[in-house]
């Protein structure tokens, strides 16, 4: 299980094959990460349990196509 502590803003999101999908704008609680407003001025959220690994990006285990159907544009409801 990563910890959401060591998840920093402005810290580069990548999907499973190493391409950038967006950048960390905060992580909100302690599962929920929301990315800085993509071109469309839509911030996007992702669950820290996508979360592989963190060293100096935050890379998912899951490829672009599968994040972009899945990430939401409000934090999960508890």
Known sequence: M????GIMPNTPVMDSSNSQLGVVD???GTDSIKLNKD???V???IPVS???SVD???RLD???AQVMREWTTAPEAK
């Open 26 to 28: 905060r992580v909100e």
């Open 39 to 41: 071109a469309t001025g």
């Open 43 to 45: 911030h996007h959220f």
């Open 62 to 64: 899951r490829p672009r």
């Open 2 to 5: 990563i910890d959401a502590e």
């Open 50 to 52: 996508w979360v592989r």
């Open 56 to 58: 100096f990006k935050v």
